[in-house]
């Protein structure tokens, strides 16, 4: 069944990008970059931002990845970071994000971002980011 959708639905926006080092102008710049893209890739506009949960692997504690989002100028989008599970041989020096986003786009136009060594994660996702 498909119907014509006139009002704004929360969805999810998946990303994640490997940062350069663990540094806090490395992690910030990863993160804005990747914040960056995701905004692009789906046309979105902070007021209509809900959310934004972060995770960094263990080998990243030098800051925050929403200490970006500050300078981003999302200043009343609820933000919050945590550890990621350190699964054994897992990817490095990741940031990973979920978007909760106000849209009026159906659920297979979204587009999720996987930037650097984080494409190894989705490389269905990340083929057309290249």
Known sequence: ?????????MRGIRGAITAAGNTPNEISVATDRLLREMVRANELHVENIAAAFFTTTDDLTAEFPAVACRTLGWQLVALLCASEIAVPGSLRSCIRVLLLVNTMKEQAAIRHVYLDGAATLRPDLAADQR
């Not at 069944?1 to 639905?9: C, G, N, R, Y």
């Open 1 to 9: 069944m498909s119907f014509v959708q006139t009002a704004l639905q």
